[in-house]
């Protein structure tokens, strides 16, 4: 079986703040953008009791563990396909809630895709979704980058902080077809894993870490693990290993 980065347990946090923006009502007809293993989607078709819920991603590894978790606690209600949200041909209008958890930031196109979901919506429906704050907000990208490069300054990726800037958010949002735009900002921590060597393991499977360790030989990885696993342990809190983090809460209606 494929292994996959815990990001529900990551995010565990952050989902409840999410799930309570949402407010998913009975009829609702949700869909969840970048739904991972589809943790999101499946709280979703819960509170949707007589509507449904669909859950798009791009990666497949995901969409099959999705739908297993989905089996095994017998949500029956919900479904999710393997799909690009920029560019998947939607049923127009079909939609009464869109929701994302991290999963809008990385659009080649935003106003474009933003524009693809939003007719996806019905006129008035709400789009909630979370994006990340600068990188400066975020406790674990610099301390897992330092780390790694041995103290060196690296520069965090760019994609997962595109919507940074509330008012690049607001205006690629109002130029997608959305209205009465709203940015709350959100902080907590972000959890790795329940010690320093089990989250040291976690972090080695993001495209992050693969970046970072890319073209070092076998003497200079096994120093920057190390640093890595003391660092972690640094940041053990007894119950688990945990991170500072700064993201905007993000809602808008579809005009």
């Given amino acids: 079986m494929v292994e996959l980065f815990d990001y529900d347990a990551e995010l565990s946090r952050y989902h409840v703040r999410l799930r309570a923006a949402a407010d998913v009502r009975t009829a609702d007809r949700v869909l969840d ?5 589809g943790q999101t989607t499946r709280d979703a078709a819960r509170s ?8 798009v991603d791009l990666s497949r590894a995901m969409v099959d563990r999705a739908r297993e978790l989905s089996e095994r606690d017998g949500v029956r209600n919900v479904t999710f396909e393997r799909a690009d949200a920029q560019v998947h041909p939607f049923p127009p209008a079909g939609f009464t809630l869109a929701l994302s958890r991290f999963g809008t930031m990385f659009f080649t ?8 979901i939003g007719r996806a919506l019905r006129p008035g429906a ?5 994006v990340w704050q600068a990188p400066d907000r975020q406790e674990w990208s610099g301390a897992i980058r330092r780390a790694l490069a041995g103290g060196a300054s690296t520069p965090a990726g760019q994609a997962a902080f595109s919507l940074a800037d509330p008012a690049v958010a ?3 949002l109002t130029a997608a077809g959305f209205t009465a735009v709203e940015l709350t900002e959100v902080s907590e921590p ?3 894993g329940p010690d320093a060597a089990a989250a040291r393991d976690a972090i080695l ?7 970072l360790l890319a073209g070092l030989d076998t003497a200079a990885t096994a120093r920057a693990l190390d640093r890595l ?4 342990d640094t940041h053990d809190t007894g119950a688990g290993v945990w991170f500072g983090s700064g993201a905007w809460l993000i809602t808008a209606r579809r005009r």
Avoid at 48 to 55: C, E, I, K, Q, V
Avoid at 109 to 116: I, L, R, T
Avoid at 126 to 130: G, N, S
């Fill in 48 to 55: 949707a009791t007589s509507g449904s819920a669909l859950g």
């Fill in 205 to 211: 499977g993001l495209r992050m870490a693969e970046e």
């Fill in 229 to 232: 696993l003391a660092m972690l």
């Fill in 126 to 130: 709400r789009l909630v979704q979370l």
């Fill in 170 to 172: 607001t205006g690629v």
């Fill in 190 to 192: 972000v959890y790795y």
């Fill in 109 to 116: 196109d935003p106003v474009a895709a933003f524009g693809n």
């Fill in 33 to 37: 953008i970048g739904c991972g293993t």
